[in-house]
T-cell receptor, first 111, second 111 residues
């Protein structure tokens, strides 16, 4: 099935550093979503993007919907230890309700 | 209220057992989903219910049987599972074609 290419696969950073991760696809999506998942828990929605070029912030998080509608990135500024987790991008096809996930970016933050 | 509630949180079952996973949402969402997730992998879609009717079955084995008793409830009946079915089972809900909200999951172990 279709997959999104998410990178990097993992990151190990110092507390206070900024983080950037991105997703690319070979096809167009109507909506891009970014989720964070802690071990043993379900994914929590961080940011939803609905329009090409849209730039949206949620606290220290900023995400953009690419102009071509085939990519998106997520930035985390001034990372803190509780940012640790797995971040998933997901493209949503509104006509089917199917959510296509990236492979995830595992973030570790050193205090 | 943006909560999707799943029970139980953990479940251990033998290969001859019959058990059920339950999911509930009170956001008025008309689409509900079951996902399966292995460790460090993205969630994989199993079933989609739209307006209480099964709309997508991603070729899931018949030992998994979904049920949608009403617009707020979603069940997943399990029978004669295999050890490789051990995983985190996630329920999600959404408005049609909109962002998905996930529950915290049921961690299933099949012995």
């Amino acid at each position: 099935g279709q997959q999104l290419n998410q990178s990097p696969q993992s990151m190990f950073i110092q507390e206070g550093e900024d983080v950037s991760m991105n997703c690319t696809s070979s096809s167009i999506f109507n909506t891009w979503l970014w989720y964070k998942q802690d071990p043993g828990e379900g994914p929590v929605l961080l940011i939803a993007l609905y329009k090409a070029g849209e730039l949206t912030s949620n606290g220290r998080l900023t995400a953009q919907f690419g102009i071509t509608r085939k990519d998106s990135f997520l930035n985390i500024s001034a990372s803190i230890p509780s940012d640790v987790g797995i971040y998933f991008c997901a493209g949503l096809r509104s006509n089917t309700g199917k959510l296509i996930f990236g492979q995830g970016t595992t973030l570790q933050v050193k205090p | 209220d943006t909560e999707v509630t799943q029970t139980p949180k953990h479940l251990v079952m033998g290969m001859t057992n019959k058990k059920s996973l339950k999911c509930e949402q009170h956001m008025g969402h008309r689409a509900m989903y079951w996902y399966k997730q292995k460790a460090k992998k993205p969630p994989e879609l199993m079933f989609v219910y739209s307006y209480e009717k099964l709309s997508i079955n991603e070729s899931v084995p018949s030992r998994f049987s979904p049920e949608c008793p009403n617009s707020s409830l979603l069940n997943l009946h399990l029978h004669a599972l295999q050890p490789e079915d051990s995983a985190l089972y996630l329920c999600a809900s959404s408005q049609e074609g909109q962002k998905l909200f996930f529950g915290s999951g049921t961690q299933l172990s099949v012995l």
